[in-house]
């Protein structure tokens, strides 16, 4: 009873009426004729294809406004008496009623098929007339003629041609905007769908259960593309309905709007699958700025003169080679350059332990030499000068310091062993 009450508060009076007067074809779960555990169909929504002429969100803005956990069947292709009937009786026993795209040659061969479904209270719309998979590039005029044709095929099955809703989807759902533009322009509402449960391909009615079931649960509500001359769908159909009921889903009737059933009032909000809210978290990264360089070109390599260096003065620049202006790199520095000379002993002591170090030799070596000028002139001189406290070992070290630093600086002083000795 809830689709009675949903029709009336939209409206919809022809639809309520239809609810009640329409015996079976338009029972409820709750009133399903020998089938109290059916599905049924919760509501029918009646849509203005003017106001919205494309839905369905796998290629679309907006999709069917529907509630979460709302469900809207539809099926392709058909009718094909063998399986088309048994998804009619499929859907009957659960009290389901869904929307038919059908294909005009398939009308043209089955034209009891179409009558079959508008006697079920089904929805039909179409297909084209020979379902080509060439609509995104073939000429408009072309495309108009398949979908001309095919509403004509099917209308001529029908007893009443206003049973016809103005719905259509486009074969293997190849939009093309001039499709898009022409079928909007005509009033006729382009359907793609929300998910689809791949059931036209080589796949098990399990797995067909499966996509079904998996891709409506990441949607939570949407349009289902099914088709209705597939014997793995005819299979699957009643797992997929089963639990669409066991996990809370309600099934939606659509129907078009007409001068005498307007449209059920929503919000343009509604016909968004997701609608953003504050609630939902939405990625809305700052825009990446463009940067812009004003330069691209390499920097050259710096010059000694860039540095500050002094240059070398001979002729030549023999140390450094190329130390000229624009030269793309430094040069190796040429090994003489590296060179101690004699006696540079303080170059080479350039840190202050090394300083130290040499003051210690130098002072060493002249307390050594007047050591032996002052033999002779007494020992008291001696310790007077140095407290007596210098042993024979560390005059003999001092003696040798003294010689390495006058002789010659070329050999490495081994800090180490120098800090050991006496100071
Ligand atoms: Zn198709």
């Known amino acids: 009873m809830i689709g009675r009450r949903v029709s009336c508060r939209t409206r919809s009076w022809i639809v309520c009426l239809g609810f009640l007067t329409a015996g079976p074809a338009a029972a409820l779960a709750a009133d399903c004729p020998g089938h109290p555990d059916a599905l049924g169909t919760s509501r029918t929504i009646v849509v203005d294809p003017r106001e919205h002429p494309r839905i369905g969100t796998m290629q679309y803005r907006e999709t069917l406004p529907l509630r979460d ?57 179409t297909h084209s007339q020979n379902h080509p998979l060439t609509f995104e590039k073939m000429p408009i005029e072309k495309a108009q003629t398949e979908i001309d044709t095919g509403i004509a095929s099917v209308t001529a099955a029908m007893t009443d041609p206003s049973a016809l809703a103005p719905f259509f989807r486009i074969p293997g759902l190849l939009r093309a905007e001039g499709v898009e533009n ?30 079904a079931i998996q ?42 709007a007409t001068a005498d059933r307007p449209a059920t009032p929503t919000e343009p909000v509604e016909w968004m699958l997701h609608p953003a809210s504050e609630n939902v978290a939405v990625v809305r990264w700052p825009k990446i700025p463009s940067f812009v360089f004003t330069r691209n070109e390499t920097l050259r390599a710096p010059l000694l003169s860039d540095l500050n260096a002094e240059l070398p003065r001979q002729a030549g620049s023999s140390h450094w080679g190329v130390a000229k202006a624009g030269a793309e790199s430094l040069a190796v520095p040429s090994r003489d350059l590296f060179e101690i000379k004699e006696g540079s002993l303080e170059v080479l002591m350039s840190t202050s332990a090394s300083r130290h170090v040499a003051r210690l030799a130098r002072t060493n070596a002249a307390d050594a ?19 007596g406290k210098h042993p024979p070992a560390a005059r003999a070290t001092a003696k040798r310091m003294a010689q390495n630093a006058n002789a010659s600086a070329a050999r490495p002083t081994k800090l180490a062993s120098l800090k050991k000795r006496p100071q």
């Open 69 to 125: 956990h709302e469900v809207v069947l539809t099926f392709d292709d058909g009718p094909l008496p063998k399986y088309s009937n048994q998804v009619l009786q499929i859907l009957a026993n659960e009290c389901i009623k869904a929307t038919f795209f059908t294909i005009g040659a398939q009308a043209q061969a089955n034209p009891e098929g179409v009558r079959k479904l508008v006697a079920a209270g089904h929805t039909v719309g």
């Open 369 to 387: 030499i007047s050591s032996r000028n002052a033999k002779g002139r007494g020992r008291a001189a001696a310790v007077a000068t140095h407290g």
């Open 215 to 256: 891709r409506l649960e990441a949607k939570g509500k949407g349009i289902l593309l099914l088709h209705d001359i597939q014997p793995r769908t005819v299979a699957a159909l009643p797992k997929i309905i089963r639990d669409l009921k066991a996990r809370g889903y309600r099934i939606v009737h659509v129907v078009p």
């Open 182 to 211: 022409l079928l909007a322009s005509r009033g006729i509402q382009l359907w793609s769908a929300d998910f689809l449960a791949d059931d036209w391909r080589h796949v098990s009615p399990e797995r067909v259960y499966q996509l």
